[in-house]
């Protein structure tokens, strides 16, 4: 197993049993890529979607938030494109019985070339130090120049037999590349087959009035057939943004990554509606933006980076994914398209319905373009928790294993330890629990030694633990500790209110973002 592989099993294992995530339905057996938030689980969640939200609608005064069914009318997805293009190819190999997305297998084979001449580039940089030309070992040495050639070539092709629909050059590419099953080992592939990603359901109570309809599988439709509806009830002028968070369901063909593709999830999505032409200049705006909220938090730097889209969707004319390291290497975490008037001239078309805006300024109606930022939550939420999750020596030779998790987001912000269960310090205890629980999450702990309490506090990623002691009863003073640093300092009872406070204050965080 490798050290990534590693990682990421403690990610999952520590998750359930921290009350963060579990598959949902286990006492059955659990049912694939479909998860449960556990008690701490939905406080981080909440926590991120909150953050999310605040920095779209309260920041910006030209956003606004709504909520929009799931279950929408079944129009909407023909006009969408998703009925007829909303389909993955998919593989299977015969010895394993796995299946694959044919398109994912070709982008592994691709990601290993790049990792491969990653490590060329990186053994040249340690050899020559200070002097290293990196562009000009990339371009001149025999090997990386292979790898990444032969990278490039892979995806040109794959994204060119997709976009021309030819999936018998799809499985040809498959075996000319030798890509093997990652489980039997073997190139004992079936042919390439389109498969819909949208689950259908069906609405009303007689079978012949009953009406076919599918799970939405994204939010941002219930945007665009709103566009209208929200632009004159809050009379905004372009540029203006509609922002929703809501489940989204897609029937995922390979959904082995833990909360990184699940079947049922959650989307955080937000449509700027901009004059025609003037889309490319949102769409760098909102990639800039974008970051810098993900900066904000403080996962550090390195682990962000930009993939722009060669091979674009039916309805883009610009896109850029946020991709993020995960455990198991970088991957898409949020994307940002530039769609043009796609969606709204296409319900313009289905509906019969004008969907235009009046722009006072330029005395004439138009079809707005739109630029869409769009992150799952589900994946925002394994790229902190998995982040965060960190193990460490200290001074004494033994390991904490600590969820340092950004403050703002961490379930609990502090845990009320008294020293011992008698003396009257549960007492005091408790009367400082019952003052911070009204202005944050906080838990009362008196199980235990000390320590272990705060190794339990440090796995769970509670930021602050206060323990009152017999000098408590004196002097009114406690003890804080601080979970990242393990520092401790004392202070007066009444000033644990304030700082704590300051630290998990959302409106501080905010601030941070840079716009
Ligand atoms: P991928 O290429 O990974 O399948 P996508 O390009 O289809 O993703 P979008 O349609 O752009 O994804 O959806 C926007 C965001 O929704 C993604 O960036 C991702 O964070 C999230 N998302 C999409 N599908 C899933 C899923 N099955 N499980 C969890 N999150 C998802």
């Known amino acids: 197993m490798t050290k990534q592989d590693n990682q990421f099993k403690k990610v999952i294992s520590h998750a359930k049993e921290y009350g963060y995530i579990v598959q949902s339905s286990e006492i059955y057996d659990g049912l694939g890529a479909v998860y449960d938030y556990l008690q701490n689980g939905v406080e981080l969640k909440n926590n991120i979607r909150e953050y999310w939200w605040k920095s779209m609608v309260q920041l910006h005064e030209n956003i606004v938030g709504i909520d929009s069914a799931i279950f929408m009318h079944p129009t909407t997805w023909k006009a969408s494109g998703h009925i007829d293009a909303f389909n993955d190819p998919l593989i299977d190999n015969k010895d394993s019985k796995k299946r694959y997305r044919a398109d994912v297998l070709v982008e592994d084979y691709a990601e290993k070339l790049l990792k491969k001449a990653q490590k060329e580039i990186d053994k040249a940089k340690k050899r020559f130090g200070e002097s290293f030309d990196e562009e000009q070992f990339k371009t001149t040495n025999p090997r990386v120049v292979k790898y990444l050639t032969q990278r490039k070539k892979a995806l040109q092709k794959i994204a060119q037999y997709l976009e021309e629909n030819n999936l018998e050059a799809v499985k040809t590419l498959i075996e000319e590349l030798e890509i093997a099953c990652p489980v039997s080992g073997s190139k004992n592939w079936t042919d390439v087959k389109q498969f819909n990603l949208m689950f259908g359901t069906k609405i009303g109570a007689s079978a012949d009035s009953a009406l076919d309809l599918y799970l939405r599988p994204e939010t941002a439709q219930g945007i665009f057939v709103n566009f209208l509806n929200v632009q004159k009830s809050s009379r905004m002028k372009i540029p203006f943004g509609i922002a929703q968070t809501g489940k989204a369901f897609r029937n995922e063909i390979v959904a082995r990554q833990f909360i990184f593709r699940m079947r049922e999830f959650e989307q955080m999505e937000m449509q700027f509606f901009v004059r025609p032409g003037e889309q490319i200049k949102w769409y760098k705006t909102w990639k800039e933006r974008r970051l810098a909220w ?17 091979k674009l969707a039916h309805y883009a004319d610009a896109a850029a994914d946020i991709e993020f390291n995960f455990p198991f290497g970088f991957k898409e975490l949020e994307g940002i398209h530039s769609r043009t008037d796609f969606d709204l001239s296409s319900h313009e078309s289905h509906s019969g319905k004008k969907l235009q805006y009046f722009d006072p300024e330029l005395n004439k109606s138009y079809v707005p373009y739109v630029v869409e930022t769009s992150i799952g939550l589900d994946r925002m939420f394994l790229a902190v928790f998995s982040t965060s999750l960190q193990e460490e020596t200290l001074e004494n030779g033994s390991t ?66 206060i323990t009152i002691d017999h000098q408590t009863v004196e002097d009114k003073t406690v003890t804080l500790r601080y979970r990242d640093s393990m520092q401790q300092k004392r202070l007066k009872i009444q000033e644990i209110k304030a700082l704590i406070t300051d630290e ?12």
């Open 400 to 465: 904490r294993t600590v969820l340092r998790l950004p403050a703002i987001l961490a379930p609990v912000k502090v845990a009320i330890l008294p020293l011992v269960k008698k003396d009257g310090l549960p007492e005091i205890a408790h009367k400082i629990m019952a003052d911070l629980k009204i202005s944050f999450n906080a838990i009362y702990d008196e199980k235990d030694a000390v320590g272990r309490r705060y190794r339990r506090q440090d796995a769970v990623g509670t930021p602050f633990c």
């Open 504 to 515: 998990v204050s959302m409106s501080n965080w905010l601030k941070k973002i840079k716009l």
């Open 294 to 310: 993900h900066l904000s938090l403080g996962l550090g730097q390195e682990n962000y980076r930009f993939h722009k889209h060669e």
